[in-house]
């Protein structure tokens, strides 16, 4: 779901939690809201229900095809050929990145996400270590390992590494 879409839903999520609070109160005997409730939504002032209406319906239809549309998935283009292009996904270079971080030692808990930068792509590697290491020596380790594993299994040459050590923890992943 696109930031816009996010922003519509909440705004729409908003709008209904409001409407049903108000109508709740009056149910409850509250007439105050009973007051505003029928300025807004009385169908004999057309001039506002109408295009409430129809932006509420919109904006539903919207929300409702954004549920179902299937995002396309991001892919970098590795090589062109005569026979075609060959592409890996973005998700697949993320994958191995946390396997190749999570395989030195002492680090835990890892997630990655790839930007763009002008020189190509940029990783950025969010991790937990344990309180036995050198964090600076670590994360050099993990840039270091990273740059040269992607490399050799994709040919993507990574510009920007960014370490962010989230925690330093002494509990290690369940095995299940």
Same mark, same amino acid.
């Given at each position: 779901?696109?930031?816009?879409?996010?922003?519509?839903?909440?705004?729409?999520?908003?709008?209904?939690?409001?409407?049903?609070? @108000?109508?709740?109160?009056?149910?409850?005997?509250?007439?105050?809201?009973?007051?505003?409730?029928?300025?807004?939504?009385?169908? +004999?002032?057309? %001039?506002?229900?109408?295009? @409430?209406?129809? !932006?509420?319906?919109?904006?539903?239809?919207?929300?409702?095809?954004?549920?179902?549309?299937?995002?396309?998935?991001?892919? =970098?283009?590795?090589?062109?050929?005569?026979? +075609? %292009? !060959?592409?890996?996904?973005?998700?697949?270079?993320?994958?191995?990145?946390?396997?190749?971080?999570?395989?030195?030692? +002492?680090?835990?808990?890892?997630?990655?996400?790839?930007?763009?930068?002008?020189?190509?792509?940029?990783?950025?590697?969010?991790?937990?270590?344990?309180?036995?290491?050198?964090?600076?020596?670590?994360?050099? %380790?993990?840039?270091?390992?990273?740059?040269?594993?992607?490399?050799? =299994?994709?040919?993507?040459?990574?510009?920007?590494?960014?370490?962010?050590?989230?925690?330093?923890?002494?509990?290690?992943?369940?095995? %299940?």
């Amino acid at each position: 779901m696109v930031l816009f879409d996010r922003i519509l839903l909440a705004v729409y999520s908003l709008f209904f939690t409001v409407v049903f609070i @108000l109508f709740s109160a009056v149910m409850l005997g509250w007439p105050v809201p009973l007051f505003l409730l029928k300025d807004i939504f009385y169908p +004999g002032r057309p %001039e506002i229900f109408w295009p @409430l209406m129809v !932006i509420l319906i919109l904006v539903g239809g919207r929300l409702f095809w954004s549920s179902l549309h299937k995002p396309r998935g991001r892919h =970098v283009v590795l090589t062109e050929s005569a026979l +075609g %292009e !060959i592409k890996v996904s973005l998700h697949a270079i993320e994958d191995l990145v946390e396997k190749v971080a999570a395989q030195i030692n +002492g680090v835990r808990e890892v997630t990655s996400q790839l930007f763009a930068v002008p020189q190509g792509v940029g990783i950025r590697i969010k991790a937990s270590v344990t309180p036995d290491v050198n964090v600076p020596a670590v994360s050099v %380790e993990v840039q270091n390992l990273v740059k040269e594993r992607v490399f050799e =299994v994709t040919g993507l040459s990574v510009s920007n590494i960014r370490v962010t050590i989230e925690s330093i923890s002494a509990k290690k992943p369940r095995v %299940e």
